[in-house]
């Protein structure tokens, strides 16, 4: 039971580059749920979906565009990346409520 | 608005003695509270939380923590320290307000270090 899992697990970009993190969970879970984890800052929420087919923003959604494309998958696209997107990136899957069982992180670093 | 404070940067232990992790937090109405646990080049881990009821809740591995009201705080506790605890802890918070989102307000955290 793979739980959630997060790729890639490291990415380095330069600025204006885009890529798309990926994340999947086989628990069947309704609510998915995207953070970033920036040092002595505790976790963000960026974007979450409480179900199939519906996203809403988080604490910090600028810069960053989901999709919700089945109920496994949360992908989490930056179109422009820029320096300040480097972070440490979790997705976290729950049946509601709050975020139990959270993936294994992708490092981004933005040059 | 909403906030969790955890006031100790790091919390040093040593094998055998309790252990206290603090977290004070403000919101509006009734608080949902949550811990969570962090080791090394991995995800959090649920460990606790507390919705209503008990003011002291049991959680994974040992852990309790204890809701005080009227201090607004909700401290995490275990009686006898592993070395093994060591690890970043987090305390979140969230608004009953804010609906069944799980939208989470996290503390900074705080680094255990318990040694041998």
């Known amino acids: 039971n793979a739980g959630v899992t997060q790729t890639p697990k490291f990415q380095v970009l330069k600025t204006g580059q885009s890529m798309t993190l990926q994340c999947a969970q086989d628990m069947n879970h309704n609510s998915m749920y995207w953070y970033r984890q920036d040092p002595g800052m505790g976790l963000r929420l960026i974007y979450y979906?409480?179900?199939?087919?519906?996203?809403d923003k988080g604490e910090v959604p600028n810069g960053y565009n989901v999709s919700r494309l089945n109920k496994r998958e949360f992908s989490l696209r930056l179109e422009s990346a820029a320096p300040s997107q480097t972070s440490v990136y979790f997705c976290?899957?729950?049946?509601?409520?709050?975020?139990?069982?959270f993936g294994n992180g992708t490092r981004l670093t933005v040059t | 608005a909403q906030s969790v404070a955890q006031p100790e940067d790091q919390v040093n232990v040593a094998e055998g003695n309790p252990l206290t992790v603090k977290c004070t937090y403000s919101v509006s109405g009734n608080p949902y509270l949550f811990w969570y646990v962090q080791y090394p080049n991995r995800g959090l881990q649920f460990l606790l939380k507390?919705?209503?009821?008990?003011?002291l809740v049991k959680g994974s591995y040992g852990f309790e923590a204890e809701f005080n009201k009227s201090q607004t705080s909700f401290h995490l506790k275990k009686p006898s320290a592993l070395v093994s605890d060591s690890a970043l802890y987090f305390c979140?918070?969230?608004?009953?307000?804010?609906?069944?989102?799980?939208?989470?307000?996290f503390g900074q955290g705080t680094t255990l270090q318990v040694k041998p």
């Open positions: 979140a918070v969230r608004d009953k307000g804010s609906g069944n989102t799980g939208k989470l307000i």
């Open positions: 507390y919705i209503t009821g008990d003011n």
């Open positions: 976290a899957s729950s049946e509601g409520g709050a975020p139990l069982h």
């Open positions: 979906s409480a179900s199939e087919g519906t996203t």
